[in-house]
């Protein structure tokens, strides 16, 4: 047995404070109660990592195919593999077809059965267990929801009239879902210019520039035949006389970009066209289909068309989704209409997640707006049976029944308890959900049992769409707005009220309030319902399907997630991480967790050194506890790969091939995960998200436009040609799915501000949470910021005039509490309607004073001169030695131009450099701190070896460098330190990765002579004859082959070798030839490795090499004279599922139950250990290893 600290981990326990113990008991944690006391209790997290430090799993039962001896099976795996946890999660019910019998269908009590000795297996083995909120993954439903406690949405009719006499009208009821709808009010209203004509009712002549197709169908109301155009051309419609359009609706089976973005054209003779407009598409999420309404300016013609030309598009991204992929233009209806309607409201009423341009008073001239006056409420004059009984004054009058229904969203990844979605703004129905699903399996678990295992409640990423009523958000509504909602409630229907201003506000609060009680109505009841039972709550993101603030919910959350994805740009979900790691920031939580390599086509070549990169660029983002996604139960013991999501997922579970050797990928893991969960990070920058609602979390390519200088014009140039999308360039990533190459990526995200770190900041932290405390601006969860940005126009906050008063208050508040402020805009109005129009007037006061107080303090600088309100803070009249006079703060004017923040005190955190002096290229980093030490993480993002200068914002410690691969400790011998930083050099592997820790305090100011890194130097090489035993049960050869040379299996004569996917155990007897001088270590170097080696030396196990360089210390287990070495090398399954493709099925080895297999003609991927295979010594060794490397 291996040394071991006299400390015990017990004493580790208590120092860590009890962040550990109540993640693991489910209790929430903050930054104040992760941090060590002394050097050793951090040396001791790295090397022996508590229980919290380990990853989790989602763990599916699919298709009700589940076994007591598969459960089993996977917990022990689990253990044995060092996860933590595993999050119980359910998809899809048995079906038809049962792919075990009896099947465990959700609730019945063989299910119940199941349940409970997954609770017991796990409390034998120490692990601990987390339900989602519902069956299936998505979201919060079950059959206990009844139509009344579902979703709700606003639903309409319309019905047209002359007036003059008495009459009574049976008022057609609006769409109801599931049988279910009731009344909210009823209005009548002069009818609007234009009101009840369209296209549908003046019926045009359809054609197209198409061959194919039936474009006259896009004029019929309701029709689901699909038009489609993949080259540029047009649609047009012609009418007898001229046609007065004002508005133009789209609609696709499905939600199409390029519909959206159609160039609407009109002409008097249909050879002259002018152009009308070209159509802007609304931000939109992945689950969007409903229909968009565009205003248009009032043209009247006889023709229209209806111009798709690709060119001009934008890349894709999670909040413009459909343009990701190939460009075509799919529609199915296009309907002009001669009445008024307000831009895009079908997004802006919360129906679903969008942002839309607001609508201009050239669109809707007040002139075309119901003057609020002239609507009647008739809601009394209504009977029971949707008849109202009216006398209305002469004149055309409109009659609008407004009233709410299910939106019919389920819980669809569901079986036994599948059901509508839950109402989020009713606690009640939110409760219900809750006891009915997670607090059923702690009564069926017993309070002994499932008290000590069943932990978490967990809600997963939004896949159900928005909403916009409940029986409660009128009221909720005039508590929060400050006014009545009722008598505005047309604009919900599109219906411009008063005037474009008057419209847009309204609908603006109505967003704000969705956004408002999503968190503290579903949320928050949830957060409630967990604590009472003494569980903690996960959940990962909210956009972009519900209208919402997408960090605002991560206050009521123990533990935020987010999720990526791996090798599916198209499904890749970086903006969530954003929200999870800023969510998580800015509310002092201090785990963040990651739903990890997500794939949308599962590839079968998965292994750890491939996974690695995107790892840590995961870590470096702020992640630091991996949810691997995903491990699928498999029933049988004797079917492998087994059970799958539907080729969803990487495949992670106990009949992978590398299961065994893979942990030393896990352990990998449990170390960085064990330091990136101590102390707080490091930030310097808060990112102000803006007040339009939905809004989440800011990318970096969107501040390019506010801080040009410190991206550099080479990015900010790249970005504006990404932009452009010029030809809208295609890629194919996975296999056969092709989508715009230009796509914001994930990628992106590594170090894009060279050195500085920022959070997004959303209103509720800037109003309720932030405060002034030496120049920094503070969050009582101990996120510090030295700057907040508030950027110019981006996407999801387009409309770059806007403020409510309350932010500019605040604004003016920090600035005169001494924060510094970059503004990228000018604001001159309030987006809400609360005060209009005084608040108008308000906002443009408050940010007048504010660059008056600001202008003010750089004036009382010795040789000061007021600045003129130029663009630039860098002006002749504002000079950069005057930023900051005396260290007082001022209110910047953006854009930023300077290529650091240096000017504002805010040195860059870290800085890396070729020997050149060139900027080193991807370096993903993350820093953490406590009172007692420092921790940077630094990651290389190519693959290729990289020899850097590192400069780090921190002085007075010695830096030590901490290798999570191998749990190595050594201090760094060359360092300087000067000025408050630290330089050194350092050598990644490629995807290689490493620690610098500061937690000795040193007077010294530089290091000692040597190198940060190991060299060596080839002693003896290791050729042939290698004697190779294949595993009989995988399909290989029964007795052991000679290899006379290492050798590839995929290009072997034998079959059995050549499909081989497995382990296979190299041996060789060698005698060493070398002399080990005192305190000279010797490595044994694999060479290239296909993909997994476990190394034996003398039956002593030396370590698993999975990742470069494939190098171990068999220093301890070498001897002179005789020595036997065994290495055992697993690849991945592709190679075999690639040669039982092409055999019938009784002869293939294995068995794929939910998952496709590759082709039989896919090419075979390197399998084996190729070398070359050499012992080496230190040439230039580090300085000596402190204390032992990490075990478990």
């Given at each position: 047995m291996k040394h071991r600290p006299s400390f015990s981990l017990r004493h580790l326990g208590l120092r860590l404070g009890l962040s550990a113990l109540l993640l693991g008991s489910g209790g929430p944690t903050s930054w104040a109660q992760s941090v060590p006391t002394t050097a050793a209790d951090l040396q001791a997290a790295f090397q022996h990592p508590p229980d919290a430090a380990k990853p989790w799993v989602f763990w599916y039962w699919m298709n009700a195919a589940v076994t007591p001896e598969g459960i089993t099976a996977d917990l022990e795996a689990m253990h044995e593999a060092g996860i933590g946890g595993a999050y119980l999660m359910p998809i899809r019910g048995a079906g038809e077809k049962p792919l075990i019998t009896p099947p465990a269908e959700q609730l019945s009590p063989r299910w119940w059965d199941m349940v409970r000795h997954a609770l017991r297996e796990a409390d034998r083995l120490g692990l601990k267990l987390a339900m989602h909120v519902s069956d299936g993954f998505a979201l919060a439903g079950g059959p206990w929801i009844t139509p009344e406690l579902a979703m709700q949405k606003v639903v309409f009719s319309e019905t047209r009239l002359t007036g003059g006499r008495k009459q009574a009208i049976q008022l057609p009821q609006p769409a109801a879902v599931k049988g279910y709808y009731r009344d909210i009010a009823v209005y009548a209203y002069p009818t609007p210019t234009g009101g009840g004509v369209s296209t549908y009712t003046t019926k045009p002549t359809v054609t197209s520039s198409a061959k194919e197709g039936k474009p006259e169908r896009l004029a019929v109301a309701g029709n689901k035949d699909g038009f489609k155009l993949t080259e540029p051309g047009w649609v047009q419609y012609a009418f007898g006389q001229p046609f007065t359009a004002r508005s133009l609706r789209i609609r696709s089976n499905g939600y199409n970009y390029q519909a959206n973005r159609l160039?609407?054209?009109?002409?008097?003779?249909?050879?002259?066209?002018?152009?009308?407009?070209?159509?802007?598409?609304?931000?939109?999420?992945?689950?969007?289909?409903?229909?968009?309404?565009?205003?248009?300016?009032?043209?009247?013609?006889?023709?229209?068309?209806?111009?798709?030309?690709?060119?001009?598009?934008?890349?894709?991204?999670?909040?413009?989704?459909?343009?990701?992929?190939?460009?075509?233009?799919?529609?199915?209806?296009?309907?002009?209409?001669?009445?008024?309607?307000?831009?895009?409201?079908?997004?802006?009423?919360?129906?679903?997640?969008?942002?839309?341009?607001?609508?201009?008073?050239?669109?809707?001239?007040?002139?075309?707006?119901?003057?609020?006056?002239?609507?009647?409420?008739?809601?009394?004059?209504?009977?029971?049976?949707?008849?109202?009984?009216?006398?209305?004054?002469?004149?055309?009058?409109?009659?609008?029944?407004?009233?709410?229904?299910?939106?019919?969203?389920?819980?669809?990844?569901?079986?036994?308890?599948?059901?509508?979605?839950?109402?989020?703004?009713?606690?009640?129905?939110?409760?219900?959900?809750?006891?009915?699903?997670?607090?059923?399996?702690?009564?069926?678990?017993?309070?002994?049992?499932?008290?000590?295992?069943l932990k978490t409640l967990h809600v997963d990423s939004w896949e159900c769409g928005s909403q916009n009523w409940s029986g409660n958000f009128a009221a909720e509504f005039r508590q929060r707005r400050g006014y009545?909602?009722?008598?505005?409630?047309?604009?919900?229907?599109?219906?411009?009220?008063?005037?474009?201003?008057?419209?847009?506000?309204?609908?603006?609060?109505?967003?704000?309030?969705?956004?408002?009680?999503?968190?503290?109505?579903?949320?928050?009841?949830?957060?409630?319902?967990?604590?009472?039972?003494?569980?903690?709550?996960?959940?990962?993101?909210?956009?972009?399907?519900?209208?919402?603030?997408?960090?605002?919910?991560?206050?009521?959350?123990?533990?935020?997630?987010?999720?990526?994805w791996l090798r599916s740009p198209t499904h890749d979900k970086p903006n969530d991480m954003l929200d999870a790691v800023s969510g998580a920031h800015i509310y002092g939580k201090n785990i963040v967790q990651a739903e990890s390599f997500t794939e949308l086509r599962m590839a079968w070549d998965e292994h750890p050194a491939m996974l690695k990169s995107v790892q840590d660029r995961?870590?470096?983002?702020?992640?630091?506890?991996?949810?691997?996604?995903?491990?699928?139960?498999?029933?049988?013991?004797?079917?492998?790969?087994?059970?799958?999501?539907?080729?969803?997922?990487?495949?992670?579970?106990?009949?992978?091939?590398?299961w065994r050797p893979g942990r030393a990928?896990?352990?990998?893991?449990?170390?960085?995960?064990?330091?990136?969960?101590?102390?707080?990070?490091?930030?310097?920058?808060?990112?102000?998200?803006?007040?339009?609602?939905?809004?989440?979390?800011?990318?970096?390519?969107?501040?390019?436009?506010?801080?040009?200088?410190?991206?550099?014009?080479?990015?900010?140039?790249?970005?504006?040609?990404?932009?452009?999308?010029?030809?809208?360039?295609?890629?194919?990533?996975?296999?056969?799915?092709?989508?715009?190459?230009?796509?914001?990526?994930?990628?992106?995200?590594?170090?894009?501000?060279?050195?500085?770190?920022?959070?997004?900041?959303?209103?509720?932290?800037?109003?309720?949470?932030?405060?002034?405390?030496?120049?920094?601006?503070?969050?009582?969860?101990?996120?510090?910021?030295?700057?907040?940005?508030?950027?110019g126009a981006t996407s999801l906050w387009p409309d770059s005039t806007s403020m409510t008063p309350a932010v500019a208050h605040k604004l003016r508040e920090l600035v005169q509490a001494g924060a510094t402020i970059l503004l990228d805009r000018q604001p001159s109005r309030s987006p809400e309607l609360r005060g209009f129009p005084q608040a108008d007037q308000e906002v443009k006061q408050l940010t007048a004073r504010l660059q008056a107080t600001t202008e003010a303090k750089a004036s009382a600088a010795p040789g000061a001169t007021a600045s003129s309100g130029s663009p630039s803070p860098f002006s002749e009249t504002l000079r950069l030695e005057q930023m900051r006079p005396g260290g007082e703060a001022h209110l910047l004017r953006g854009p930023y131009t300077a290529d650091s923040f240096e000017p504002l005190g805010l040195l860059r955190d870290l800085t890396a450099s070729y020997s050149g002096g060139q900027r080193a290229r991807g370096l993903a980093w993350t820093h953490r701190t406590a009172e007692q030490f420092d921790i940077y993480f630094v990651s290389n993002q190519l693959d290729s070896v990289q020899t850097i200068d590192l400069s780090l914002r921190v002085a007075g410690r010695q830096p030590e460098l901490w290798d999570a691969v191998t749990g190595e400790i050594r201090p760094a011998r060359d360092w300087q330190q000067e000025n408050g930083r630290t330089r050194l050099p350092l050598r990644l592997e490629p995807s290689g990765s490493l620690f610098v820790v500061f937690r000795q305090p040193t007077t010294q100011t530089a290091g000692h002579s040597g190198p940060n890194w190991l060299t060596t130097t080839p002693a003896q090489p290791l050729g042939g004859p290698w004697q190779v035993q294949f595993d009989t049960k995988a399909g290989g050869p029964a007795q052991p082959v000679a290899f006379a040379q290492l050798t590839d299996w995929s290009q072997h004569a034998d079959e059995a070798i050549r499909h081989y996917s497995g382990t296979a155990d190299y041996t060789q007897t060698f005698r060493w030839k070398g002399r080990k001088k005192s305190g000279q270590r010797v490595y044994l170097e694999l060479g290239q490795v296909n993909n997994l080696a476990e190394v034996e030396l003398n039956g002593q196990p030396v370590g698993t090499a999975w990742t470069a360089p494939y190098r171990l210390d068999i220093t301890e287990a070498v001897r002179k004279g005789p020595n036997q070495l065994r290495i055992r090398v697993t690849n991945t399954w592709a190679n075999r599922l690639i040669g039982d493709a092409a055999l019938p099925v009784e002869q293939r080895h294995t068995s794929l139950t939910t998952a496709p297999a590759p082709a039989a003609t896919k090419p075979l991927l390197p399998a084996g250990l190729l070398g070359p295979v050499v012992i080496s010594t230190e040439t230039s060794p580090p300085a000596p290893l402190l204390g032992e490397r990490g075990a478990f």
């Open positions: 160039l609407v054209e009109a002409s008097q003779d249909g050879k002259t066209f002018r152009p009308v407009v070209r159509l802007t598409p609304p931000r939109s999420g992945w689950q969007d289909s409903s229909a968009v309404t565009h205003a248009l300016p009032t043209t009247t013609a006889r023709f229209f068309r209806f111009r798709y030309d690709p060119a001009g598009s934008e890349p894709g991204g999670e909040d413009l989704d459909a343009a990701k992929w190939k460009p075509a233009l799919k529609v199915s209806e296009i309907r002009l209409s001669a009445e008024a309607r307000i831009n895009q409201y079908e997004g802006k009423n919360g129906e679903v997640w969008r942002v839309s341009p607001r609508s201009t008073a050239r669109q809707l001239p007040d002139s075309l707006c119901v003057p609020l006056g002239k609507v009647l409420n008739l809601t009394n004059k209504l009977g029971p049976d949707g008849r109202l009984t009216w006398t209305p004054p002469a004149g055309r009058w409109t009659i609008l029944r407004v009233g709410h229904t299910a939106t019919g969203y389920t819980n669809y990844t569901g079986g036994g308890a599948l059901g509508l979605e839950c109402d989020k703004f009713n606690p009640a129905a939110v409760q219900l959900q809750f006891d009915s699903w997670f607090g059923e399996a702690l009564r069926q678990g017993g309070p002994e049992l499932a008290g000590r295992v009545d909602l009722l008598p505005y409630l047309p604009v919900l229907a599109g219906v411009p009220l008063q005037s474009a201003e008057v419209s847009e506000r309204v609908l603006f609060d109505v967003r704000q309030t969705i956004a408002e009680l999503v968190g503290d109505k579903f949320y928050a009841t949830l957060a409630a319902a967990a604590r009472a039972k003494g569980v903690s709550f996960s959940a990962e993101a909210i956009a972009p399907t519900m209208v919402s603030d997408g960090l605002l919910h991560y206050q009521h959350v123990d533990a935020p997630m987010g999720e990526f995961n870590y470096a983002l702020g992640v630091n506890r991996l949810v691997y996604h995903v491990f699928a139960h498999n029933p049988w013991l004797d079917r492998q790969p087994g059970m799958t999501l539907n080729g969803v997922g990487l495949y992670f579970q106990r009949d992978q091939t590398w990928w896990v352990d990998y893991a449990r170390r960085c995960q064990a330091l990136l969960q101590l102390g707080r990070p490091v930030v310097d920058l808060a990112v102000f998200i803006g007040e339009e609602t939905p809004r989440r979390a800011v990318l970096p390519e969107r501040l390019t436009e506010t801080l040009p200088g410190i991206f550099g014009p080479q990015k900010v140039q790249s970005e504006q040609k990404r932009l452009a999308n010029a030809s809208v360039p295609m890629r194919e990533m996975p296999e056969k799915v092709s989508a715009t190459a230009g796509s914001f990526t994930a990628d992106m995200l590594v170090d894009p501000l060279h050195g500085y770190a920022y959070d997004s900041f959303n209103p509720d932290a800037l109003l309720r949470l932030a405060q002034v405390r030496n120049g920094r601006i503070e969050l009582p969860g101990g996120a510090s910021y030295g700057l907040l940005v508030v950027p």
